[in-house]
């Protein structure tokens, strides 16, 4: 399978996106696809590799770029896996 080695998109299943994003506002994310950022339904290339409408909703797209360092990613990675965690619990 071919892809962009920088892209990465998540799906937060069970996870209301309206109340994600507030909570990791100081990392640089998109909820649509990269051509059609100002799209406000679910993103189409999403829908076309068998994603539902629920699932491509629920969707996040990370950007790694060459100046990002490890310890950026890791610090990422930490604060999402823990907001994640907290909204899980109040579900």
Same mark, same amino acid.
């Given at each position: 399978?071919?892809?962009? @080695?920088?892209?990465?998109?998540?799906?937060?299943?069970?996870?209301?996106?309206?109340?994600?994003? @507030?909570?990791?506002?100081?990392?640089? *994310?998109?909820?649509?696809?990269?051509?059609?950022?100002?799209? *406000?339904? @679910?993103?189409? *290339?999403?829908?076309?590799?068998?994603?539902?409408?629920?699932?491509?909703?629920?969707?996040?797209?990370?950007?790694?770029?060459?100046?990002?360092?490890?310890?950026?990613?890791?610090?990422?990675?930490?604060?999402?896996?823990?907001? *994640?965690?907290?909204?899980?619990?109040?579900?």
């Amino acid at each position: 399978m071919r892809r962009l @080695p920088n892209n990465l998109n998540i799906t937060f299943l069970g996870i209301d996106l309206s109340r994600l994003l @507030p909570r990791i506002s100081h990392i640089a *994310v998109s909820t649509g696809s990269a051509c059609s950022s100002k799209a *406000v339904e @679910p993103s189409y *290339v999403l829908r076309a590799i068998g994603l539902s409408d629920q699932n491509a909703s629920a969707s996040i797209r990370f950007g790694i770029g060459r100046f990002n360092t490890e310890g950026e990613i890791i610090s990422a990675a930490d604060s999402i896996v823990e907001a *994640v965690r907290t909204l899980r619990r109040n579900i």
